[in-house]
Structure formats: C-alpha cells, structure tokens
C-alpha cells in the first residue's frame, strides 16, 4: 500500500484552476522530487495535499485513509507535517521554543523526542537557546525541519528546502534530509535544486502547466535527455 497517493487533483485559487488533474504517488520509506518550471503547480500541490488549498476533484490517500479536504489540523494527527518555504519558523523565540512549537499538538511528554530530534541537528544542539533570527539561512531550514520531527511524522512534505542557500549549505540540507529519511520518515520535496535532489531520489516527478509530465526513478529522469534539455538546463 503507498503511504501517500494523490489521484487526479484539480484544484487552485478561487475560481483559477492551476492542478488539472495530477497525481503522485509515495511508498513507506522513499524520497519523492517534484520538479518543473515556475508557476507548474508545485507548491499549490503540497497546499491542496495537506489540506490547505480545496481539492475540486481528485484524492488524496493517505496510509489507508481518504484525507481528501481535511483540515490540516487533522492531517497533522495523521502524521503527515509540511513545511512551507517561508515564514516556517519563530525568528524571535530561541530553537528550543521553536521545537516547543512544533510539538504543540502532543499531550505526552515529547522531551525524549526533542533530544533524538537534536542528535539529528549537531550544529542546532550547541545553539539551543539562540533566537532563531539570529541563525544562518541553512540553520533556520534545519530549524524548520526539526520543528516537524517533534511530532514524529511518517511523511515530510518540504517545498524547496534548500532554496535561497550557499552550494556547501544546499548539500548539507540534502544530507540532513537523507538522515531523516533514514530515521524511517517518508520525504516529499519540491526542488529547484533538481539535478542534486533527484541523485537521491527514489522517484522524481516533473509538473509543467499544473500537469505530470513526466515520471520515473531519480537516476532515470537524470539520464534523460529531454528531461535534462526542457527542465534541468541542459
Ligand atoms: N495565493 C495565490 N493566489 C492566486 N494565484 C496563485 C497563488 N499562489 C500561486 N498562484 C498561481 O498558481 C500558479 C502555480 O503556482 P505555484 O506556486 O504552485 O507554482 P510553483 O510550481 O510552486 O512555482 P515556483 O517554482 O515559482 O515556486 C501560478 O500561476 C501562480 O501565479
Ligand atoms: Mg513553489
């Protein structure tokens, strides 16, 4: 059974159809790139998956579920968490508050959780009582990540983690991704670091015009010509 399916989403804003009709799929354990041009739908995708955009036509699944049009507060309790490409951090509270922040939904003690969350991120452990505002732009994309695991998710949905960062600091994002993913959390991402990002992924997809276009392994979409020519400059 795939832990997320979504089948035929058409959805957008207001009356502005931008998802014709796309699907994705994402199996227990794997790492999934959505990749495309600007304005494809990339984002409005992870919006209308979590909950956040109303989905007109189509489903989302999600473990055996159908979550389709749920709130995002319930999807949360699912396990499923998304971290936006902006604004998806405190800046004024220190990173301590920040995974504070994330766990607020668990009603058990998440101490022990917060701990494994902060072997994960070495550089955040020494900086636990920083202001967020005050840490580098990869640090504050490591915050926004730890901030999701404090509720133990089975699926990530990231929208361009890495965006906006130094070459050094983009690979050291995709390697704390990798981690997390080994730690046995599922990752969606949309990336437009797309040629590091499918190296690792176990399957890539390309939106274009709010449609699949195409769609194989990482390695597969990184080999084809086309792919490369259209969509990963050349
Ligand atoms: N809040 C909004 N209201 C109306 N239209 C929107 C809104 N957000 C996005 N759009 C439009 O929806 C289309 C798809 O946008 P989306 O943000 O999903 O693209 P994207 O693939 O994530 O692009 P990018 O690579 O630039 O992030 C675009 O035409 C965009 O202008
Ligand atoms: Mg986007």
């Known amino acids: 059974m795939a832990l997320l399916e979504a089948q035929g989403i058409v959805s957008g804003y207001g009356g502005m159809e931008i ?7 994402v199996e227990p354990g794997q790492i999934v790139t959505i990749i495309g041009p600007n304005g494809a739908g990339k984002s409005t995708l992870l919006k ?17 579920t159908d979550i389709t049009n749920w709130s995002p507060e319930r999807i949360v309790r699912l396990g499923m968490c998304f971290v936006p490409q902006t604004e ?11 995974f504070e ?27 636990r009582h920083v202001k967020v505002g005050a840490l580098s732009g990869g640090q504050r994309q ?10 133990d998710p089975k699926l990530l949905l990231l929208d361009e983690p890495s965006a906006g960062l130094a070459p050094k600091m983009v690979e050291l994002i995709f390697e704390r991704i990798r981690d ?22 176990d399957r890539g ?3 274009a015009g709010g449609e699949n276009r195409f769609e194989d392994t990482g390695p597969a979409l990184l080999q084809n010509e086309e792919i490369g020519r259209l969509y990963l400059g050349g």
């Open 142 to 151: 490591m915050v926004a990540l730890g901030r999701a695991l404090m509720l």
């Open 88 to 98: 998806n951090v405190f800046p004024s509270l220190t990173v301590q508050e920040n």
């Open 101 to 127: 922040m994330g766990a607020f939904i668990r009603t058990d003690d998440y101490r022990a959780r917060m701990e494994e969350v902060f072997e994960l991120f070495p550089d955040l452990k020494a900086r």
């Open 48 to 64: 209308a998956i979590f909950g956040l955009l109303w989905v007109k036509a189509g489903r989302v699944t999600f473990n055996g």
């Open 19 to 25: 998802l014709h009709g796309v699907s994705v799929r």
């Open 180 to 201: 997390i993913n080994k730690s046995g959390v599922a990752i969606v991402m949309v990336e437009q670091n797309a040629r590091e990002a499918l190296k690792f992924s």
């Open 205 to 207: 997809y390309v939106l």
